[in-house]
């Protein structure tokens, strides 16, 4: 384990001590971010789904007014 490690310990031992906190920042943000797109692509899909259920029902309004008329017809 130690051998499949080193050539990433050598690396960040060149590193200086403002490279190595910007490489944590980096990597940390990455899946933050991915996770925060994530999340806003389902509110967005959401929020147009509940758009179309708002069509949905002023549609349903409007026939309503039909089907309660076709019993006074009979």
């Given amino acids: 384990m130690l051998?499949?490690?080193?050539?990433a310990e050598a690396a960040i031992a060149r590193l200086s001590f403002?490279?190595?906190t910007s490489l944590i920042v980096?990597?940390?943000l990455v899946p933050v971010g991915y996770l925060g797109s994530l999340q806003y692509l389902s509110s967005q899909?959401?929020?147009?789904a509940m758009?179309?259920?708002?069509?949905?029902l002023t549609y349903?309004?409007?026939i309503?007014?039909?089907?309660?008329k076709v019993?006074?017809?009979r």
């Fill in 18 to 20: 403002a490279a190595k």
């Fill in 60 to 62: 349903i309004g409007g």
């Fill in 64 to 68: 309503l007014e039909v089907f309660e």
């Fill in 71 to 73: 019993p006074q017809h």
């Fill in 51 to 56: 758009r179309l259920e708002g069509k949905g």
């Fill in 45 to 48: 899909t959401q929020a147009d």
């Fill in 3 to 7: 051998a499949l490690l080193s050539p």
């Fill in 26 to 28: 980096v990597l940390f």
